[in-house]
C-alpha cells in the first residue's frame, strides 16, 4: 500500500524574514496536521512603510501524510 499525500495551502508572515515566516507556516500547521513532509513557497511578498520592509510575507503549500 503506497502513502496518501495531502496538499494545503497557508499564508505566514513574520517581521523578520521570509525564512522566519515558512517556520512559523509549519510550526503553526503542525499543531493541527501531523506528518508534515514538506513546505514548498509558491509566492514572497512584503509590506513596506517609510521605506522599510515591516512584514515578509509567505503563500506556501505544506504537504503531509494522511492517517
Do not use: P
Not at 13 to 33: C, F, R
Not at 51 to 57: L, T
Not at 61 to 66: N, V, Y
Amino acid at each position: 500500500m503506497s502513502d496518501m499525500i495531502k496538499v494545503i495551502e497557508v499564508l505566514a508572515e513574520s517581521s523578520t524574514s521570509w525564512e522566519d515566516a515558512a517556520v512559523q507556516a509549519v510550526a503553526l500547521a503542525s499543531k493541527t496536521v501531523h506528518g508534515i513532509k514538506s513546505i514548498y513557497i509558491k509566492d514572497c511578498e512584503a509590506k513596506v512603510e517609510g521605506n522599510s520592509i515591516v512584514q515578509y510575507r509567505i503563500n506556501a503549500k505544506i504537504s503531509f501524510l494522511l492517517d
